[in-house]
């Protein structure tokens, strides 16, 4: 009998039901990332995760991908944050599935696969044919990041930015990806005139007062609100993305 082969991994994630619903509408095959759902689980696919070995190696570049993950998934439709839901599968190519769970002692559990088929019937009584795919935003970021280390940082930070560290943070990195480094670093980003530089200099100078318990930095006369700072920040990445897809 041929032994069976791997044929590629995925990882369960787990989060509210309208961020679950989210990802699903977002991350379609056969565009990569994409999800899947198995015996009531949503899992997490990609190729990236495909090409590893075990599945500690799973789980660990899992849960990098799904900080990414959320940090598009917010920039893109606010969508809350899901979580590795502590299971990671092995498909197989006798169509079975070979679950490993994290806790402090993990077992391996053999599943039987199935399938359902599903058809949309028209008003015809035929069968309507599917639309064409397309990738989703989520998806071409995601693939953008996954080959520069400062976005992927950018999307992480933002999809955490709730408060001051995580939005300053990624101010921060888009200064260091698109301004250089050095002194003049945040200057050459200002001068590429994404947003108003009164603007981000604010959001910066108020992240600063904010985040040092100390008071280190002077108050703003006017601090910035955090929600502008939200906003201003998802414009910044969003901006950041569409110039580095055009500039690969």
């Given at each position: 009998m041929t032994k069976a082969l791997c044929i590629g991994w995925g990882a369960a994630v787990q989060g509210k039901d309208k961020d679950m619903a989210a990802w699903e509408a977002a991350l379609k095959k056969p565009f990569d990332?994409?999800?899947?759902?198995?015996d009531s689980q949503?899992?997490?696919?990609?190729?990236?995760?495909?090409?590893?070995?075990?599945?500690?190696?799973?789980?660990d570049r899992a849960a990098a991908l799904i900080g990414r993950i959320n940090g598009a998934m917010a920039l893109s439709c606010h969508a809350g944050s899901l979580r590795f839901a502590g299971g990671v599968t092995q498909f197989m190519s006798d169509g079975k599935r070979h679950r490993t769970i994290f806790t402090e002692m993990f077992d391996e559990l053999d599943v039987i696969d199935t399938i359902a088929a599903v058809s949309v019937i028209g008003p015809d009584g035929k069968p309507v044919p599917p639309a064409p795919a397309q990738e989703s935003d989520v998806q071409a970021w995601v693939s953008l990041a996954d080959t520069d280390d400062l976005l992927?940082?950018?999307?992480?930070?933002?999809?955490?930015a709730t408060e001051w560290f995580d939005i300053y943070k990624t101010l921060e990195t888009l200064i260091l990806r698109f301004g250089g480094q050095g002194k003049k670093a945040e200057e050459a980003f200002l001068?590429?005139?994404?947003?108003?530089?009164p603007r981000?200099?604010?959001?910066?100078?108020?992240a600063n007062w904010v985040r040092h318990a100390k008071r280190k930095y002077r108050r703003p006369s006017k601090p910035m609100e955090l929600s502008e700072a939200r906003q201003l920040i998802d414009q910044l990445l969003r901006r950041a993305l569409l110039e580095a897809a055009r500039k690969p």
């Open positions: 990332p994409w999800v899947e759902n198995h949503t899992i997490l696919r990609s190729k990236t995760l495909d090409a590893l070995l075990t599945a500690t190696e799973v789980r992927d940082d950018a999307l992480v930070y933002f999809g955490t001068s590429l005139g994404w947003a108003l530089k981000i200099k604010l959001l910066k100078q108020t």
